[in-house]
């Protein structure tokens, strides 16, 4: 089903507007996930925090509650990637989005089924690529996203990208209302990524006192706030053990410091469980 606004995002994934719930580790479960699909937008679970008999029930508990599109985030250099793909595979997800770029032989397994395949790049060289290995379109985050893709503004990478293949973009990075998507669609994109909006709304697990945080910064938070001394990003949390290395990587994931601050909506709030019954 599509709404009154019709894009070729709509259109390959079957929901009602072109807006995308991003797949933010420790906050976007089955509760989060399924309030989006039933609005209308496109909801992604992000698995990479989960197990993979966790990833199974989370599917099941969105599937049980909706009958919406929705879409499952993968990192496609997970040892378990296949395993997942298989789970997607069999429980009919429609849409498959990657941090990383998934190999050509993980979009072409998902596209024989039928899912709908979306990498997240932050480079025109990255969306290229994906491009000619058959992913069916592409999420485009520019550096104020809260994902690991890089410093380029959206603004500036957003048509870069949009010049640089031939498949549908989704911008992310920056987004948090209609004036965004609306600029988003005059700039050629197909819809837009939102992850800390949503971040901030009723059916996130995050703790009400850091949406809070976030509304009362607004935009008043500082450019260019001081450097963390542990890693709290997806990949990591909810370990506050991991430090620094002395080249300025993180020993959990290896992304830098600057990276790992902006990704407020990918960090696990202080005090989150690691449990994804925490956010169900």
């Not at 990383?100 to 993980?106: G, H, I, M, N």
Request: glycine letters at 12%; charged letters at 15%.
């Amino acid at each position: 089903m599509t709404g009154p606004l019709s894009t070729p995002l709509t259109r390959l994934t079957g929901v009602a507007h072109p807006v995308v719930q991003t797949g933010m580790g420790w906050v976007a479960g089955p509760r989060l996930v399924t309030a989006v699909a039933e609005a209308g937008a496109l909801g992604i679970l992000a698995s990479a925090t989960m197990t993979t008999g966790e990833l199974d029930t989370a599917i099941r508990k969105i599937k049980f509650r909706t009958d919406k599109p929705f879409g499952v985030n993968l990192r496609a250099d997970a040892s378990d990637a296949g395993d997942r793909v298989t789970l997607l595979i069999e429980h009919g997800v429609k849409v498959a989005s990657f941090a990383l770029a998934p190999r050509p032989e993980l979009i072409a397994r998902l596209r024989e089924h039928g899912v709908v395949v979306m990498p997240s790049v932050g480079a025109a060289k990255h969306a290229r690529r994906v491009a000619s290995w058959g992913a069916d379109l592409v999420m485009v985050q520019g550096g104020e996203g809260g994902g690991h893709t890089g410093p380029v503004p959206t603004s500036l990478l957003l048509p870069q990208v949009l010049d640089a293949v031939d498949i549908p973009v989704v911008a992310a990075g920056g987004y948090f209302d209609g004036r965004g998507l609306a600029a988003a669609l005059a700039y050629g994109a197909a819809g837009i990524g939102m992850g800390t909006r949503f971040l901030l709304t009723a059916d996130s697990s995050v703790p009400e006192h850091v949406k809070h945080r976030y509304l009362e910064f607004g935009w008043t938070a500082p450019s260019s706030p001081p450097r963390p001394t542990a890693c709290h990003t997806a990949c990591c949390a909810p370990s506050s053990s991991r430090t620094w290395k002395t080249n300025d990587r993180c020993t959990g994931c290896a992304a830098a410091p600057s990276m790992h601050w902006n990704s407020g909506a990918h960090s696990a709030p202080r005090g989150a469980s690691s449990s994804p019954t925490a956010y169900a």
